[in-house]
């Protein structure tokens, strides 16, 4: 069964001209591809490439639990039920084609989940994939990860903890940590790049008081999910991976809309930006020079809120910014822009992402706020009942051990400190980068020694503070100076951490480390760790899926009725 979008109005179509490789490094000169990479643009017909701003804005559907409730009656400890079913549907990303995705609800993106801290969330993922991939040959099998929450090993999307078509699982997260923006994800060892990018992608914001007190909210709260592909002819995704280096496309997409244009009235807006590329970084910039102003990263908001023209941003780190557009008058356009990074490729219109139409004001402003905020308060410890120790607080001191981190290719392979996963698999299960006991602090140094490429690293479980960098004269960047899960390591670069691993009241378990372009992570660069005892919450076999006995439509998917889908 699949499913067929509201089509985009993309309005007028014209040529793609390949411009060829440009972009920049971190001073906006050219730069050119890694060597021997060959430019793949898209293969479509003139009149089926999309042109810059012509889409209309819209934001991913919000899901609506099916049943919500109190654990053993208790007010104290509510609960929600979703259910998402993995399934093919029909996207109209460029003009007079359909393209087939693989989607959670057979949509890219995927539904919207938002979760208020304190409030378990249960979600029933089903697996109704046909037997074969749509990119790869072979089976169709998912695992699914929420980025950024510290859920048991079993609920994390371990890479081998596999559901096939026609199975089941339920995933189970706590949402005890403070607010910030997830997002879930396929993470299937080996084809996690090619199911992503077939659209196994979606939000899940973390909301808390401090969060809804302090930032915007509502209409002016805007997810905004980066990705970038390349069409065949016939407007189905072309997939070229370029020996195992990395997937970039010719046309950037917002929200599964390419280059769109987003009606904005003359308010504070916050803009969650994620980029769910499986290869490409981005360095967003506005076209009218002002800043954007810092608020949150990957795990949650920023102490002291930074103003700054661009910033780097890598497969899976999320920043949340926030334009100011008041002083800017109805009818003005402003346009998000990308720099580019060192060792992308890039095409004729790759240094765009989108664009912003001021209107004027109207209706009640509910949800915005009055002014940039200058410092956020996230209300101390992540969790006091538990023991934890506020991110930002954490202090070198506090760290009982210092691991190194070495990236790097070894005989064709992306390796961590010279491990693959399959070292891992070749294990049982066993081999360890290192083993943390609960609510440790630990100083892990991330080295990129892989010459020519950049890598966003990511270490599942933890939020993490970033103490030094060999570039930026040492110090981490402007827009990394809140809790992170993803750290760009770029080319020759090294990066220092601080952090704790809090599993919450449960014993821990076994964890996965790797690099999140996706290409790497599949061959083979990821390596793990264990909280305690590796035989606790064993992730394949501890709460496996099930075949799905239940009718096919026994779980209908219902929507916020009164979302702002287009502004």
Known sequence: MTTRRELLKLGAVGALGLAGMKGGGDDGAPVPPPAGTPLTPSLLAPQNMPIPYAGVFRRPPELLPFEKGYDGGDPARPYERYALTQKLGQAQFVPGLYTTVAGYNGIFPGPTIRATQGTRIEVR???????????????????????????????????????????????????????????????????????????????????????????????????????????????????????????????????????????????????????????????????????????????????????????????????????????????????????????????????KIMRFEVVADSGTGAGSISSIPAALDDGGALNPTRGGIATMSLTPDMAKVKRELKVLRVNGQWTINGVTWADVEKSGFTKLFGNPQPYDIEQWTITNASGGWFHPVHIHLIDAKIIARNTNGGKPFAWETGPKDVFYAGENESITALMQFDTGADAGGRYMVHCHNLVHEDHDMMVQFSVGDLRNNDPISSDPPVRDTTPYDSFPPVYRPDFPAGT
């Open 125 to 351: 993922i089903r697996n109704a994939l046909p037997a074969l991939g749509l990119l790869q040959p072979g089976a169709f099998n998912t695992v699914t990860h929420l980025h950024g929450s510290a859920s048991l090993p079993q609920y994390d999307g371990y890479a081998n903890d596999i559901t096939v078509p026609g199975n089941v699982k339920n995933y189970h997260y706590p949402n005890w940590q403070t607010a910030r923006t997830l997002w879930y994800h396929d993470h299937k060892h080996h084809i996690t790049a090619q199911n992503v990018y077939s659209g196994l992608a979606a939000f899940y914001p973390l909301s808390d008081r401090f969060e809804r007190a302090q930032l915007p909210q509502g209409e002016f709260d805007v997810p905004l999910m980066l990705s970038d592909a390349l069409f065949n002819a016939d407007g189905s995704l072309g997939y070229n991976d370029n020996d195992h280096k990395g997937l970039w496309g010719d046309i950037i997409m917002v929200n599964g809309v390419p280059w769109p244009t987003m009606k904005v009235k003359p308010r504070i807006y916050r803009f969650r930006v994620l980029v769910a590329s499986i290869s490409r970084s981005y360095r967003p910039t506005l076209s009218t020079g002002d800043p954007v102003y810092v608020v949150g990263t990957d795990a949650g908001m920023v102490p002291t809120v930074q103003a700054v023209k661009s910033w780097r941003q890598g497969t899976a780190e999320r920043y949340e910014i926030l334009i100011d557009f008041r002083h800017y008058k109805a009818g003005q356009m402003v346009e998000l822009r990308n720099l580019s990074n060192k060792n992308n490729i890039d095409f004729a219109n790759t240094d």
